[in-house]
T-cell receptor, first 114, second 117 residues
C-alpha cells in the first residue's frame, strides 16, 4: 500500500541553524501539506501546496518557513533560523485532487531545537 | 472559521467496554468531519469521515460516529474496546474558506484512549 514517508525521523539542531525536513508524498497525489504538533498541543496546519505554489498558509508560517517540491517527488519544509519554539513533531500529508478525499499522513519528524 | 473541541484529554476504559470519545465542532458552513487515530511513533490514520451523506458513519476497526447538527457533535464510539485500540484520537474539520477548499484540516486537542484488562 502506498504511503507517505518522512526523513529524518528525529532531527536535533542548534538554535539559529537551518533545517530541512523531507517528505515523499504518494506518487499520484497533487495536494501537499505540512502540519506540526508541539508537545501536548493540537496538530496545527502550516501550509498547503498545489501546482507548485502555496495555496494556503497559516499565521505560523512566517518568512522563516518555506516549502519546495524540487524534483517532482520530494516535498520539503525549510526553517531558515530555528527557534526553541519550533521544537515540535512535523507531519507531511498528501491527497488526491478531490476535496472529499483522505489526507494521507507521514509518520512525522520530531524536531528538537537546543 | 471552523474549530473543533474534544472533551476529555484522557479516556480510560476496560477491555470490552463501550468507547465514547466526544467531539464538538463550530462551522459557518456545512462541515466535513474526520476522526484520525495515531498509534505510538506512527502518523495519523483516517478512521472515518462525514461528508454530508449518511449521518451515521462507519469506519475501520469497528468504530462509528454520528453527526448531529442540532448538537454540533460528531462523537466517536465503539461498542467493545480492544487492547489494540489504545492510541490518541483526533477529531478534525475540513476548512472551506469562502467556498474554496484546499483541504486544510483543523484538529481538536486529541484524546488519549487507554484500555485496561
Amino acid at each position: 500500500e502506498p504511503e507517505v514517508t518522512q526523513t529524518p525521523s528525529h532531527q536535533v539542531t542548534q538554535m539559529g541553524q537551518e533545517v530541512i525536513l523531507r517528505c515523499v508524498p504518494i506518487s499520484n497525489h497533487l495536494y501537499f501539506y505540512w502540519y506540526r504538533q508541539i508537545l501536548g498541543q493540537k496538530v496545527e496546519f502550516l501550509v498547503s501546496f498545489y501546482n507548485n505554489e502555496i495555496s494556503e498558509k497559516s499565521e505560523i508560517f512566517d518568512d522563516q518557513f518555506s516549502v519546495e517540491r524540487p524534483d517532482g517527488s520530494n516535498f520539503t519544509l525549510k526553517i531558515r533560523s530555528t527557534k526553541l519554539e519550533d521544537s515540535a513533531m512535523y507531519f507531511c500529508a498528501s491527497r488526491y485532487p478531490d476535496s472529499l478525499n483522505e489526507q494521507f499522513f507521514g509518520p512525522g519528524t520530531r524536531l528538537t531545537v537546543l | 472559521a471552523q474549530s473543533v473541541t474534544q472533551l476529555g484529554s484522557h479516556v480510560s476504559v476496560s477491555e470490552g467496554a463501550l468507547v465514547l470519545l466526544r467531539c464538538n465542532y463550530s462551522s459557518s458552513v456545512p462541515p466535513y468531519l474526520f476522526w484520525y487515530v495515531q498509534y505510538p511513533n506512527q502518523g495519523l490514520q483516517l478512521l472515518l469521515k462525514y461528508t454530508s451523506a449518511a449521518t451515521l458513519v462507519k469506519g475501520i476497526n469497528g468504530f462509528e460516529a454520528e453527526f448531529k447538527k442540532s448538537e454540533t457533535s460528531f462523537h466517536l464510539t465503539k461498542p467493545s474496546a480492544h487492547m489494540s485500540d489504545a492510541a490518541e484520537y483526533f477529531c478534525a474539520v475540513l476548512g472551506n474558506a469562502g467556498g474554496t477548499s484546499y483541504g486544510k484540516l483543523t484538529f481538536g486537542q486529541g484524546t488519549i484512549l487507554t484500555v485496561h484488562p
